[in-house]
C-alpha cells in the first residue's frame, strides 16, 4: 500500500524546507533542529497531577515527568522516548505522554535517560532500568494503590522498553505488559525493509546507521543482547506484548521478527502492521491521523491483556 495522503503531504512539506539531512548533522544540529519542530506541537490534555522529580543512576542523575490523568489510575507507564539513542527528551515526549494516559487512564512516567554520544550504550539501559525501579518503588505514590506497572516506549525507547523488560524476569520488578512500538531489536542493516527503497523516509539506512555509530560504535557491544534484544537467547517468560510497526518502515522486520520470536516463547503478542504509516506516525499527535489509531489500537490492546476496560477498538479483527 503506498503512503496514506497525510503522510506523503507532510513528507513533501519537509522536503520544502531544504533540511539536510539526518545523518550529514552532528548531535547538536540535529536536537536544535528537534527543538524547532517541537516548538509546532500543540499543547496536550490537562492532567490532574503533573510532577517533575530525577533519579538517581550510576555517574548522576536524570529527571522522570510523572502525567497523572485523573485520582485513580488504573495503571503505571514508563514511557521511553525514541530519537536513536541520541535525539528526544521529556519535552518531546510530553504530548504523547498526555494522549496516552488521557487515553489508558494510567498514569505515564516519562524518564529523560541521558543520550549518547555524551553518554555512550549502556548509559540509556542503565538509566532506564533505573527510571523502571523508581516507578515501581512509587507506584502508590503515583495511582494510590500498587497498580500494574508497565513499561513502553518507541523506536530506541521500543528497545529500552524490550530491553528492560527482559532483566526484570530476574531481577524484577513485576512488569504487566510491555508496548514496543516500531522498536530497534537489531543492529543488522541488511534486512528486507531495509532495502526497499519505499521505505527509506523520515528514518532511513543512513539516519540508523548515524545513529548506532553514536550510542555504540563498538560493533561488538552492538551484538549484546541488551543493544539488541533480539538476539536474546531465551525470550521465554516475558510479559504480554503489543507491538506496532509501520508499512513503511526500515524497522519494519526487525521488529516483526522480535513479535515472532516472543509468540513462539510462549509470550502473549498483539501485533498490528498499520498499512500506509512510516517510522515515527505513532509520535505524531495531531499531524498524522494515523497517530490517533494507533493509540486508540494500543489502549484497546492493553486493556485486553489487562483484563479490564481501559478501551475498546474496532479493528481489533485486524490483530495478528
Not at 540509556?124 to 495511582?143: C, K, N
Given at each position: 500500500?503506498?503512503?496514506?495522503?497525510?503522510?506523503?503531504?507532510?513528507l513533501?512539506?519537509?522536503?520544502?524546507?531544504g533540511?539536510?539531512?539526518?545523518?550529514e548533522l552532528?548531535?547538536a544540529?540535529?536536537?536544535?533542529?528537534?527543538?524547532?519542530?517541537?516548538?509546532q506541537?500543540?499543547?496536550g490534555p490537562?492532567m490532574?497531577r503533573?510532577?517533575?522529580?530525577?533519579?538517581?543512576?550510576?555517574?548522576?542523575?536524570?529527571?522522570?515527568?510523572?502525567?497523572?490523568?485523573?485520582?485513580?489510575?488504573?495503571?503505571?507507564?514508563?514511557?521511553?522516548h525514541?530519537?536513536?539513542?541520541?535525539?528526544?527528551?521529556?519535552?518531546?515526549?510530553?504530548?504523547?505522554?498526555?494522549?496516552?494516559?488521557?487515553?489508558?487512564?494510567?498514569?505515564?512516567?516519562?524518564?529523560g535517560?541521558?543520550?549518547?554520544?555524551?553518554?555512550?550504550?549502556?548509559?540509556?539501559?542503565?538509566?532506564?532500568?533505573?527510571?523502571?525501579?523508581?516507578?515501581?518503588?512509587?507506584?502508590?505514590?503515583?495511582?494510590?494503590?500498587?497498580?500494574?506497572?508497565i513499561?513502553?516506549?518507541?523506536?530506541?525507547?521500543?528497545?529500552l522498553?524490550a530491553?528492560?523488560?527482559?532483566?526484570?524476569?530476574?531481577?524484577?520488578?513485576?512488569?504487566?505488559?510491555?508496548?514496543?512500538?516500531?522498536?530497534?531489536?537489531?543492529?543488522?542493516?541488511?534486512?528486507?525493509?531495509?532495502?526497499?527503497?519505499?521505505?527509506d523516509?523520515?528514518?532511513?539506512?543512513?539516519?540508523?546507521t548515524?545513529?548506532?555509530?553514536?550510542?555504540?560504535?563498538?560493533?561488538?557491544?552492538?551484538?549484546?543482547?541488551?543493544a539488541?534484544?533480539?538476539?536474546?537467547?531465551?525470550?521465554?517468560?516475558l510479559?504480554?506484548?503489543?507491538?506496532?510497526?509501520?508499512?513503511?518502515?526500515?524497522?519494519?522486520?526487525?521488529?516483526?521478527?522480535?513479535?515472532?520470536?516472543?509468540?513462539?516463547s510462549?509470550?502473549?503478542?498483539?501485533?498490528?502492521?498499520?498499512?500506509?504509516?512510516?517510522?515515527?506516525?505513532f509520535?505524531?499527535?495531531?499531524?498524522?491521523p494515523?497517530?490517533?489509531?494507533?493509540?486508540?489500537?494500543?489502549?484497546?490492546?492493553?486493556?485486553?491483556?489487562l483484563?479490564?476496560?481501559?478501551?475498546?477498538?474496532?479493528?481489533?479483527a485486524?490483530?495478528?
Open positions: 500500500m503506498a503512503l496514506d495522503e497525510a503522510t506523503a503531504a507532510l513533501a512539506q519537509l522536503a520544502g524546507t533540511t539536510r539531512p539526518l545523518h552532528t548531535p544540529e540535529a536536537r536544535g533542529l528537534a527543538a524547532a519542530l517541537r516548538g506541537q500543540p499543547l490537562e490532574a503533573v510532577r517533575d522529580a530525577r533519579v538517581r543512576a550510576a555517574g548522576g542523575t536524570f529527571p522522570v515527568r510523572v502525567l497523572v490523568p485523573g485520582e485513580r489510575p488504573r495503571g503505571v507507564i514508563v514511557y521511553y525514541g530519537g536513536g539513542w541520541v535525539l528526544g527528551g521529556i519535552d518531546d515526549s510530553d504530548l504523547l505522554g498526555r494522549e496516552l494516559a488521557r487515553r489508558t487512564g494510567c498514569a505515564v512516567v516519562l524518564p535517560y541521558r543520550l549518547a554520544p555524551e553518554y555512550r550504550y549502556p548509559t540509556a539501559v542503565e538509566d532506564s532500568q533505573a527510571a523502571l525501579r523508581w516507578a515501581a518503588d512509587h507506584l502508590a505514590g503515583i495511582a494510590g494503590a500498587q497498580v500494574p506497572l513499561v513502553a516506549g518507541d523506536s530506541a525507547g521500543g528497545n522498553a530491553v528492560v523488560a527482559r532483566r526484570a524476569r530476574l531481577a524484577g520488578p513485576a512488569i504487566a505488559a510491555q508496548v514496543l512500538v516500531y522498536p530497534v531489536t537489531d543492529c543488522d542493516f541488511a534486512t528486507t525493509s531495509y532495502a526497499d527503497p519505499d521505505n523516509l523520515l528514518l532511513s539506512r543512513d539516519s540508523m548515524w545513529f548506532w555509530d553514536h550510542y555504540a560504535p563498538d560493533p561488538a557491544a552492538r551484538l549484546h543482547p541488551d539488541s534484544p533480539l538476539r536474546a537467547p531465551d525470550l521465554a517468560g510479559p504480554p506484548a503489543i507491538v506496532v510497526t509501520a508499512e513503511h518502515d526500515v524497522l519494519r522486520d526487525e521488529g516483526e521478527l522480535y513479535a515472532t520470536r516472543l509468540l513462539k510462549g509470550v502473549p503478542v498483539t501485533h498490528r502492521r498499520f498499512a500506509g504509516q512510516m517510522h515515527g506516525f509520535t505524531m499527535t495531531g499531524v498524522l494515523g497517530s490517533a489509531d494507533a493509540i486508540e489500537f494500543v489502549a484497546a490492546a492493553l486493556g485486553q491483556q483484563g479490564d476496560e481501559l478501551g475498546s477498538c474496532p479493528a481489533l485486524d490483530i495478528a
